[in-house]
């Protein structure tokens, strides 16, 4: 974990990930306690910013924004998919989830930041 997530409808959304981060093996990217039916936007960087944003921390440079990705009705949305192959090791990256909600300090709130390398 990496960066601060910043609090909203149900507290602090927490993001969390899991998988070995080899080519061709399962990944996914959990997210919980974010804003229930809301919206949130996955930031991905291939370096840190850690900058201020919206009263609170944007911990990846936003190299990919996916955006409108829907938060179920307990607050959860979980992204599954495949490590893509060829990536050297040592190679890292940064993740972190950006919710729209009324109850943040700018309107959103945020997960905290992930940092992955890999083997």
Do not use: C
């Amino acid at each position: 974990v990496v960066g601060p997530g910043v609090a909203g409808t149900t507290g602090v959304p927490v993001l969390v990930g899991s998988g070995t981060l080899v080519g061709g093996e399962p990944l996914s990217l959990a997210l919980s306690n974010a804003k229930p039916g809301g919206s949130a936007a996955l930031i991905i960087g291939l370096s840190a910013l850690n900058a201020p944003f919206m009263g609170g921390t944007l911990v990846p440079t936003p190299n990919t924004v996916v955006a409108g990705l829907p938060i179920d009705g307990t607050g959860a949305l979980v992204i599954g998919t495949t490590m893509p192959v060829g990536i050297p090791s040592g190679a890292q990256f940064w993740v972190q989830y950006w919710i729209v909600d009324p109850a943040g300090p700018a309107g959103v709130s945020a997960s905290n930041g992930l940092r992955g390398t890999t083997p």
